[in-house]
């Protein structure tokens, strides 16, 4: 047997899950999120196939006697809107013959070409219309996967940790599309190196930039314009990559209240904007080294400076690096280290006259990994690797006084805690029907004197029926050490991260799934369908009036129950031709209990109820259609059980025995007892690509609408007070709904030269 290997490479960089096959063999494997690839094969002549969506497919004749060290180089395809109807059967061939399930990968070009809210395209929203992911509500980009609550999920970003992946409270991720090249959502059968959250992994890939020219992109649009630049360091050699990303509604609202100073019947509107950027280069230092540096930087400002003498002042923000060296130590072993750091800290500043008032709090992680890849032989890939992280948790510092230092205090809490794994995991290819991978994970947490230590063991087989169908299962045991500390159902910037502590212990969940995968209409169609149950124990909700910001002593605040969650997802997809697209639709039921403790009767007296993430019914459907070369239709339409929400039931009417005013206390029934009317949407856009000209070589303009046909779909309720004619006397309430979007247009250019 002779090992060929090497890496599949783009415009921009390398080409994570593209294919390398000998398709007289029948054999094949997926370059990993590195762009590496191992094959082991019989000595002798062979073609090989490499593809990938969005490039040309490559052939090579090779005549292999010895192993061989071989990168392949894709080319875009020819129309960059063709990355439709380029020939890459082999995509849906490969996800259907992997071992691993419940994985979903999507690209940048992918998601730009979909309608997005004010033309902002955003790969998390997009991960939102995949089955088994439920959005934090209208317009969020949150994700709440298989019943996990926003904090059960691992965000990376070229292997960093982002705490708060959202711009604009929640409604835009951080991820800028020009700067991404993949994003892998792992929802269960999670791979051993990951860990440290319970329901999902989100892989985020940056792009690597052009070795070979200097390219511009970018683009305008309604609330923001974009920027990137990218080019070689040293042809063939290396690469950079810098891209940054602003909004403008600071600009509008600031020339506004300009505009009435001076009215006293006008009031300011608050300033508010958002900014980030990336940066990436990569060096090939030899043949087996290759270095990478990677960062992002990100900034939310929100402010209010009223003539009154108030001022208010809200930033919050990330901050994420990484260095990471890749070393080849043979065609069969590779080796990445990395080592980042993240910051994410938010700040609230208020000063009326001569006093003032500021609340802060921060996490900060310092991590150092190594992971290795090392194929024995053609039925064994091994993966083994350590990693530890020293986190600073600020859970809030205070400090207020007057300006004339006559009055100052403050309060500062903060704690430290040390993060370790050891891992391994196997994938065997025990015959040509079974494929199967085992993997373990010890995992430790220490904060303070208080320690805790778990064994997280990952099993997935899968069995092949024909080449057209493949049964699949797999099962994972997870720990998460971070606890995020809100009083809301949706992830604010003010959410604080908390350790695992003598009385906080570590959540913990188990989650085992099944399906089957089916390949229809030569190779163009995939579906799957796939059932999961997950449990879960050290669930974290608080007390009733719990105090949650500055607080030394937060543990007491905390609440332990246990999670259950269970459902079906069914995915149709198609990848090939001028019509693709998917369609999915989730039946899944999510459930928590709080049973009393610390002197509470617990949450819902103890008795199950339903998060307001719970979602009984989801379907979403996805289209694109290539109307001509120049010309593409897309669209989206998501359908969706309403929200579960508390309203209260009736009203009690006391009177006061000294006059003659009522008081009306709401009375509440249980928790989440009702539900909002169903969510519906549709999203509709043209791309449209511009010709060619001296000074741009690609160009087009995007048209989107956001909800088509205006639903008014449901944010929150509230209760209106009825009187009778003469306005003297309530006579009872009235539900009211707010809607938080109506039908919106947008256009976006964006270009390339």
Known sequence: MVTLSGRVLGEAGILPGATVAVPVLSAGVTADEQGNYSLSLPAGRYQVVVSFIGYQTVKRDLNLRNSQQLDFRLAPAGNELGEVVVEASGTLEQKQQSTQMSVERLTATEAKLLPALFGEVDILKTLQLKPGVQNGGEGTSGLFVRGGSADQNLVLVDDAVVYNPNHLFGLFSVFNSDAVQSVDLYKGGFPAQFGGRLSSVVDVKLREGNNQKLGVTGGLGLISSRLTVEGPLKKNKGAFLVSGRRTYFDIFTRRINQLNEGDPDFNPIPDYYFYDFNAKANYTLGEKDRVYLSGYYGQDKFGFNSTGGFNFNFNWGNAVASARWNHVFSPRLYANTSASFTHYKYEIANKLDQFSFNLSSTIRDYTLKTDFEYTPNERHTVRFGAMGTQHRFGVGRLKAGSTDGRLSFGDDVGYDGQEGALYATDNFRASDRWQLEGGLRLTGFRSGTDAYAGLEPRAAARYTLSPK???????????????????????????????????????????????????????????????????????????????????????????????????????????????????????????????????????????????????????????????????????????????????????????????????????????????LAAYHRMDLGVVWKMKPTRWFTESDLTFSIYNAYNRRNPYFVFFDQVKNEDESQVIGYRARQVSLFPVIPSVTYNFKF
């Open 469 to 675: 169908l493949t049964l699949k299962a797999n099962y994972a045991l997870m720990y998460q050490y971070l606890h995020l500390v809100t009083n809301s159902g949706a992830s604010l910037p003010t959410d604080i991260w908390y350790p695992s502590r003598l009385s906080v212990k570590p959540q913990r969940s188990q989650q085992v799934s099944a399906g089957a995968s089916f390949l229809f209409a030569g190779g163009q169609w995939l579906l799957t369908n796939e059932v999961y149950y997950k449990w879960a124990k050290n669930q974290v909700d608080f007390r009733d009036g719990a105090q949650l910001f500055v607080n030394p002593d937060l543990d007491a605040e905390f609440l332990f129950g246990k999670g259950f969650a269970y459902g079906n997802e069914i995915y149709l997809e198609k990848k090939t031709g001028r019509t693709t697209g998917w369609v999915g639709y989730t039946l899944s039921w999510t459930k928590r209990r709080f049973p009393a403790q610390r002197g509470t009767s617990g949450i819902n007296n103890g008795e199950l109820f339903y998060p307001t993430y719970d979602r009984r019914h989801n379907l979403t459907v996805v289209g694109l259609h290539q109307l001509s070369k120049r010309v593409n239709l897309t669209g989206s339409f998501t359908l969706s059980s309403g929200n579960p929400t508390t309203l209260p039931l009736a009203r009690f009417i006391f009177q006061d025995i000294y006059g003659d005013d009522a008081s009306a206390v709401p009375v509440y029934p249980n928790r989440n007892g009702y539900r």
